[in-house]
């Protein structure tokens, strides 16, 4: 029988399972880089993972898993809902002997308890129907001692409640037709990837501070670090910010331009919301500019406005 969750879960699977093979090699690499980079600005010791048994849960097209395969673990078992991910994610890791893909379910790990030194869960809980379940997995399969990063997503800011606000928008537009107008736009695979994720994944959830912090005391961690540099993507400044909005309202200009196919004609006015709601966050970003080079906000209001909590990225110890 079709439970809705069953429902969400295989809609969040193909989503996701689509998205993969769309980068290629140098991205790819890139994206593996994106993690040692991060880590390494973090005073992470990337050679403390050699010789632990590590969990990439959520692994996507399995760029974690590789990366710390490549470093060195004893072994290290990436898991996903999507079949789709984890085939491109075998393909990539051709070769390695210390990784292996299966398909599993952060809400439901086939995985002994405290089986795991290092539980790695970037950007997945969020998209559960019931983040708090998996995080309670995530937590059973880690050893006493062993260490948990996670990634989850910040409340405020610019542009995720610019995200929710165009969401229905773009699905009303339907998949495929953003996606044909994301390919309209020109946009590189990472970006294709990111908005179709943004758009069109049934579940995400938003944390500020004191619920992290909350998380991760009640489940019985300690040294809990929230890691505030190695900001690499759209976080990493305001003006990268505004760009990525600004390729999001040309996701929906080229939607709306006259030399786009007539099939969007129909979409025409859920686009023009979409795109009047992208401009007007632009609009709000160089106002906050504007007051920042006035001298009336410092830098650290000027962040808050633009990027609120950002990703929650954080490193803790069981106890
Ligand atoms: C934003 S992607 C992140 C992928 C990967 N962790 C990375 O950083 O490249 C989210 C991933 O979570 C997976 N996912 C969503 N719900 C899941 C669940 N209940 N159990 C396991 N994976 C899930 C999706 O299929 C997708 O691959």
């Given at each position: 029988?079709?439970?809705?969750?069953?429902?969400?879960?295989?809609?969040?699977?193909?989503?996701f399972?689509?998205?993969?093979?769309?980068?290629d090699?140098?991205?790819f690499?890139?994206?593996?880089?994106?993690?040692?980079?991060?880590?390494?600005?973090?005073?992470?010791?990337?050679?403390?993972?050699?010789?632990?048994?590590?969990?990439?849960?959520?692994?996507?097209?399995?760029?974690?898993?590789?990366?710390?395969?490549?470093?060195?673990?004893?072994?290290?078992i990436?898991?996903?809902?999507?079949?789709?991910?984890?085939?491109?994610?075998?393909?990539?890791?051709?070769?390695?002997?210390?990784?292996?893909?299966?398909?599993?379910?952060?809400?439901?790990?086939?995985?002994?308890?405290?089986?795991?030194?290092?539980?790695?869960?970037?950007?997945?809980?969020?998209?559960?129907?019931?983040?708090?379940?998996?995080?309670?997995?995530i937590?059973?399969?880690?050893?006493?001692?062993?260490?948990?990063?996670?990634?989850?997503?910040?409340?405020?800011?610019?542009?995720?409640?610019?995200?929710?606000?165009?969401?229905?928008?773009?699905?009303?537009?339907?998949?495929a037709?953003?996606?044909?107008?994301?390919?309209?736009?020109?946009?590189?695979?990472?970006?294709?990837?990111?908005?179709?994720?943004?758009?069109?994944?049934?579940?995400?959830?938003?944390?500020?501070?004191?619920e992290?912090?909350?998380?991760?005391?009640?489940?019985?961690?300690?040294?809990?670090?929230?890691?505030?540099?190695?900001?690499l993507?759209?976080?990493?400044?305001?003006?990268?910010?505004?760009?990525?909005?600004?390729?999001?309202?040309?996701?929906?200009?080229?939607?709306?331009?006259?030399?786009?196919?007539?099939?969007?004609?129909?979409?025409?006015?859920?686009?023009?919301?979409?795109?009047?709601?992208?401009?007007?966050?632009?609009?709000?970003?160089?106002?906050?500019?504007?007051?920042?080079?006035?001298?009336?906000?410092?830098?650290?209001?000027?962040?808050?406005?633009?990027?609120?909590?950002?990703?929650?990225?954080?490193?803790?110890?069981?106890?």
């Amino acid at each position: 029988m079709t439970t809705p969750q069953d429902a969400s879960t295989r809609q969040t699977a193909e989503l996701f399972g689509d998205l993969w093979h769309r980068y290629d090699d140098r991205l790819f690499e890139a994206s593996v880089q994106l993690f040692y980079d991060r880590f390494r600005a973090n005073g992470f010791d990337l050679g403390s993972l050699r010789g632990q048994r590590c969990i990439d849960v959520g692994c996507g097209g399995g760029r974690l898993s590789i990366a710390m395969a490549r470093l060195g673990a004893a072994e290290v078992i990436g898991c996903d809902i999507s079949e789709e991910g984890l085939r491109d994610a075998r393909r990539r890791a051709t070769g390695l002997t210390n990784v292996r893909f299966e398909r599993a379910s952060t809400l439901e790990l086939p995985y002994p308890d405290a089986s795991f030194d290092f539980v790695l869960c970037n950007g997945v809980l969020h998209h559960t129907p019931d983040p708090l379940r998996g995080f309670g997995e995530i937590t059973r399969v880690l050893k006493r001692g062993g260490r948990c990063f996670v990634l989850l997503y910040g409340k405020g800011g610019l542009r995720w409640p610019t995200v929710m606000k165009i969401r229905p928008h773009a699905q009303a537009m339907g998949y495929a037709l953003v996606d044909e107008a994301i390919r309209l736009a020109a946009l590189p695979a990472n970006k294709q990837r990111t908005f179709l994720d943004d758009f069109f994944v049934p579940h995400i959830t938003f944390y500020d501070g004191d619920e992290i912090h909350d998380l991760f005391a009640l489940h019985g961690y300690r040294d809990m670090q929230r890691w505030t540099t190695g900001k690499l993507d759209h976080e990493s400044s305001v003006a990268v910010q505004g760009e990525e909005l600004g390729q999001m309202a040309a996701v929906f200009d080229a939607a709306l331009a006259p030399s786009a196919p007539p099939h969007f004609a129909a979409a025409r006015a859920h686009a023009g919301t979409a795109r009047d709601e992208t401009r007007a966050a632009l609009a709000d970003l160089r106002a906050v500019e504007a007051e920042f080079a006035a001298g009336r906000i410092d830098e650290r209001e000027r962040d808050w406005r633009v990027h609120g909590w950002g990703h929650h990225r954080v490193l803790a110890t069981r106890i």
